[in-house]
């Protein structure tokens, strides 16, 4: 069974900085593509960033510039260092994972979510 689960959120003020960590659990299966989504209170969930196996990143242009997301294959965790938070920023905030099994399915996994908070 997997499962992702998140850690690192907080509240933050205006202008700092905060790392959010995703580690996938269990075994037999590989991922592709992980990412981070945010969803904030009455909206949609929306792209923060997502990486590929290989390392290629694509970013939403709202934290394009503050935000560098990261990878390490050997422990199936990616990560999120969010630079000059906005309040703006404030989320529920859920790391994702294309997870492909042995026999070659592929299917999408959620985190729990973790809150980020900044305060103007």
């Known amino acids: 069974q997997v499962q992702l689960v998140e850690s690192g959120g907080g509240l933050v003020q205006a202008g700092g900085s905060l790392r959010l960590s995703c580690a996938a659990s269990?075994?037999?299966?590989?991922?592709?593509?992980m990412g981070w989504y945010r969803q904030a209170p009455g909206k949609q969930r929306e792209l923060v960033a997502t990486v590929t196996r290989g390392g290629s990143t694509n970013y939403a242009d709202s934290v394009k510039g503050r935000c560098t997301i990261s990878r390490d294959n050997a422990q199936k965790t990616v990560y999120v260092q969010m630079n000059s938070l906005k309040p703006e920023d404030t989320a529920l905030y859920y790391c994702?994972?294309?997870?492909?099994?042995?026999?070659?399915?592929?299917?999408?996994?959620w985190g729990q979510g973790t809150q980020v908070t900044v305060s103007s």
């Open positions: 994702n994972a294309r997870i492909v099994t042995m026999v070659g399915f592929e299917y999408t996994y």
């Open positions: 269990g075994s037999g299966f590989s991922i592709n593509a």
